[in-house]
């Protein structure tokens, strides 16, 4: 199941909800917005594979949770994010710029590394993408089809959130082999993960 399919029941992306550390959740006002019963809708949502529950609040509004967040990487396609007007210096931790600008610039060189070292672009599955640092990552891209239909996205602040949280999963949950290992399953998952990342986070491909 992906967001893509949600979105067709729907009528309408949902938004994430909460850290996604533990569990992956959507919510969704498409029930009320659209005048159809939360009931109705919500048997519509648990036929659907990967849905894992859906409660249907006093609100009216739908609690979605999936069983493997990372499938949205099969169906997001990123928005053109406008690049802020952040100077190239200093290039510390303090400068946001700088920030983003490296994060793209690893994960670019993630995807590189994983071209030398034989990691398979194939067999992508996105359940192996259950690292606390690896779900902060997927939240975060959870918000793009949201923020890009907004009229104040907060593009800026954003794009420094994922930009630290990819830094953590990055440092904390690598994406390619370590010395002698082979390349696994998981490793193919996080190099997905990357690109996607990189087709965000603007800045050049080295630094």
């Known amino acids: 199941m992906t967001p893509g399919k949600l979105a067709e029941v729907l ?10 550390e533990s ?14 019963p939360p009931d109705e809708l919500a048997g519509r949502v648990r036929a659907l ?12 509004l739908l609690r979605i949770t999936v069983s493997a967040p990372g499938e949205l990487l099969e169906w997001l396609e990123p928005p053109r994010v406008p690049v802020p007007a952040w100077p190239d210096a200093p290039r510390t931790w303090d400068n946001p710029g700088f920030v983003v600008r490296y994060g793209h610039a690893r994960a670019c060189a993630v995807l590189r ?38 009229r104040d996205p907060g593009w800026e602040s954003y794009l420094v959130r994922l930009a630290l949280a990819y830094h953590d999963a990055h440092e904390q949950a690598p994406a390619v082999p370590k010395g002698d290992e ?12 990357a690109a996607a990342v990189a087709a965000v986070l603007p800045g050049p491909d080295r630094l």
């Open 11 to 20: 009528g309408e992306p949902p938004a994430p909800e909460g850290g996604w």
């Open 113 to 150: 590394w994983a071209r030398e070292l034989g990691v398979p672009e194939t067999g992508f599955r996105p359940e192996l993408l259950d690292d606390p640092r690896d779900r902060r990552v997927l939240r975060l891209l959870a918000e793009l089809p949201g923020r890009a239909g907004s």
């Open 182 to 193: 082979p390349p696994v399953a998981v490793h193919t998952a996080r190099v997905r993960l």
């Open 49 to 60: 594979p990967g849905v894992r529950a859906v409660e249907v609040r006093r609100d009216g």
């Open 23 to 36: 569990e992956a959740v959507y919510v969704s006002a498409a029930a009320p917005r659209r005048g159809v």
